[in-house]
């Protein structure tokens, strides 16, 4: 899936960023539509404003379909056919779509049918892998390969000032397949123009990450092909769809979790290792969760030797047990269990169960259908 994206380029820059050769082989910048409504950011969400390019034609009648125009649009297609005067009251996400079934929703079928089809720009885009056994998640930032162009060429028709980049060399900007529709408001107003983004299996680098990723259109050939709906038709176009290996990716920090946060650090490489190191940092320092007995009053009472901080036998008698009565969902119907369970010793030591931190009591984690009768332990006032 898509669920966040980078796009900082300064307008100028994204605009030669897109520079493409047109039907007759000149050069061309596309055009804006509504430029005011761009805005620069290194952490876009779904309903945000964000780049996109399309053919001309769908704007101008009689225009030539392999030319091109920017234009912001929201990210989460509005059908055309929505009733409601609120957007936002849409009840089913369509910030992506399956490539498997494109042709099966409305959604996504008539406008495809209409060839509204466009490339969806950005630096990059996030995407979050699960720990084994955790609820954490780090994310990645996903990109094309970055490789200097030479500066060379004549611009054609294009003619801009002598000074003006002829080839854009710095980042290149990832393009991926999207769907896009013309919503009119039923109390009147101006036409939303939105999108989706178009997802498929992953590829065999990025499967680790995350089982679905964009459509991603790599080269030229594959944009002009997939936006020219006046010479490409639909199913040619969706030929188009399927995983590329040509990309890079690189962890980054946490701070992208929150879309909030917009700022560099978002995109910057992070240490796996660092992180991982204070990670266990925070672990051994962390407070006294809420109905555990402090640290210090369990040492007092006789824990055990060797550093470890279970309860010593003689108090296993202030041991109580009571049923856990929301338990956490897991996949595939089953749910796990936190076991606080007072033992001698590590608590390691115990069958069937994985290890967990020694804070005073015994923590493992138990994984069971969800009508399993399980019971947790937890010390009694004193």
């Not at 020219?228 to 040619?236: I, L, M, N, R, Y």
């Not at 962390?286 to 210090?296: D, V």
């Amino acid at each position: 899936m898509c669920g966040r994206t980078s796009c900082h380029l300064p307008l100028e820059a994204l605009t030669r960023a897109c520079a493409y050769r047109d039907r007759q082989g000149r050069q061309q910048l596309p055009e804006w539509r509504d430029p005011d409504r761009y805005y620069p950011s290194y952490n876009k969400s779904p309903r945000s404003s964000t780049p996109v390019l399309l053919s001309r034609r769908h704007l101008e009648k009689g225009a030539d379909s392999s030319e091109r125009i920017i234009a912001p649009m929201r990210w989460g297609l509005v059908p055309s056919w929505f009733k409601e005067a609120d957007p936002s009251k849409l009840q089913f996400n369509t910030t992506n779509c399956r490539s498997d079934t494109i042709m099966e929703k409305r959604s996504f079928k008539v406008p495809l049918s209409k060839g509204r089809r466009c490339v969806v720009l950005a630096d990059g885009f996030y995407e979050w892998q699960r720990h084994p056994g955790t609820y954490q998640k780090q994310p990645y930032f996903i990109y094309f390969p970055q490789i200097k162009t030479e500066k060379s060429g004549s611009m054609g028709a294009a003619d801009n000032p002598e000074d003006w980049e002829k080839v854009w060399d710095n980042w290149r900007l990832l393009t991926m397949a999207g769907i896009f529709d013309c919503w009119d408001p039923p109390e009147g107003g101006d036409c939303l123009y939105s999108y989706t983004i178009i997802t498929v299996e992953s590829c065999q680098g990025l499967n680790d990450i995350h089982h679905r990723m964009p459509a991603i259109l790599d080269g030229e050939e594959a944009v002009s092909k997939w936006l020219d709906f006046g010479e490409v038709s639909a199913q040619e176009a969706l030929k188009l769809i399927h995983p590329t290996e040509n990309i890079a990716f690189h962890p980054v920090s946490t701070v992208v979790n929150n879309f909030r946060n917009d700022t560099p650090e978002c995109l910057l490489p992070a240490d796996l290792l660092v992180k991982k190191k204070n990670l266990a940092h925070t672990l051994e320092c962390r407070p006294m969760e809420k109905g555990r007995a402090p640290l210090s009053k369990l040492q007092r009472r006789g824990g055990s030797q060797g550093g470890q901080n279970c309860p010593a036998p003689h108090q296993r008698n202030r041991w109580t047990k009571r049923k856990l009565l929301m338990p956490t969902p897991h996949r595939r119907g089953f749910y796990s269990w936190p076991i606080l369970l007072p033992q001698e010793g590590c608590c390691g030591d115990a069958d069937g169960a994985a290890s967990g931190l020694c804070r005073g009591v015994c923590v493992r984690m138990f994984t069971a259908p969800p009508k399993h009768n399980l019971t947790y332990w937890q010390p009694l006032a004193t």
